[in-house]
């Protein structure tokens, strides 16, 4: 690249050159077209009166209100108001229906669920996933395997005041840890997990010592889970003869459980969200998959 600070004169064009020359080529010094400079003028005049009009400048604790005085969120709270009245039908109905009398009405079960998964979104979506496909240790929602029941009325409860909770009427079982507070030995939670991995018919390490490890099913893991392996939804044990694991079905991970615990919290929803919109979630999951 070429510098040269005397003014020159294209031969071709006849229009003096910026100095500025690549490889031969230089570069004309044409002014911008008198339309885009007016443009850009009236954009920053534009600007100020933007500032002047609509908020525009934080402050220390506050930011300046505009002519205006027009803010986005009093907008958008505006928009919720007429949202609101529009539904407002809707929603008493809503209200004053049953669960189960919901369903039979095609018209206002379609207006739940849409308010439901709306609100699933906000709310619980987070640990269950946008389809409430679930995630380790957060359940699925979509098959047929519930730990504390999957009726519109166990739904409805689950939801209002959670698992583990703050709240008193929520769920509170959880399991112990074995292996942390000594109550049972490493080899013994190692049997006692192959003897649950082989309850739903996965693969056992060799020389697995399985009447070893049913006897400690029947000494500490019964009581919970029923002799069989079959669950508590009262006591939100999961069923171990199906292949539906929420912390995993490796072997690891049952020994990990066995020795340290689970007791994963829901949190309670009745103080956060008004009956109507738990009715509506209540219905939204019981129609995702499963459903009792």
């Known amino acids: 690249m070429a510098h040269d600070t005397h003014e020159q004169v294209d031969a071709v064009t006849g229009v003096t ?6 490889d031969g080529i230089s570069e004309l010094n044409n002014p911008l077209p008198r339309w885009w400079l007016w443009s850009f003028y009236l954009t920053i005049i534009w600007s100020i009166g933007y500032w002047i009009v609509y908020p525009a ?14 803010q986005s969120r009093e907008a958008i709270v505006e928009d919720l108001d007429a949202l609101k009245a ?22 206002l079960f379609a207006f739940a669920r849409a308010q439901g998964k709306a609100a699933f979104g906000d709310n619980c ?4 996933g946008a389809g409430g496909g679930g995630a380790k240790g957060y359940p699925n929602l979509n098959d047929d395997d519930w730990l504390w029941g999957g009726t519109l009325a166990q739904i409805e409860h689950t939801i209002r005041y959670g698992a583990r909770s703050t709240n008193d009427k929520g769920h509170q079982g959880s399991m112990p840890a074995f292996g ?29 010592d399985l009447t070893a490890g049913a006897k400690v099913f029947a ?3 019964a009581a919970c889970h029923g002799p069989k392996g079959q669950g508590n939804q009262e006591l939100g044990a999961p069923n171990l003869t199906d292949k539906i694991w929420l912390f995993g079905a490796d072997k690891a991970a049952i020994m990990e459980g066995l020795t340290n615990g689970r007791g994963g919290v829901m949190p309670t929803w009745h103080e ?3 009956d109507t919109t738990i009715k509506a979630l209540t219905l939204y999951v019981h129609s995702l998959g499963g459903a009792r």
């Open 272 to 274: 956060r969200l008004d």
């Open 86 to 107: 529009q539904r407002a039908g809707m929603t008493a109905k809503l209200a004053q229906t049953s669960l189960e009398d919901v369903t039979k009405n095609p018209e």
């Open 17 to 22: 050159t910026t100095g500025h020359s690549w």
């Open 219 to 221: 000494d500490n893991c």
């Open 125 to 128: 979506a987070p640990c269950h």
């Open 180 to 208: 942390r507070d000594g109550m049972l030995k490493r080899p013994e939670i190692s049997n006692v997990a192959d003897y649950v991995r082989s309850l739903s018919g996965l693969p056992v390490e060799k020389g697995a």
């Open 57 to 70: 400048w934080p402050l220390a604790a506050s930011y300046t209100r505009g002519f205006f005085n027009w």
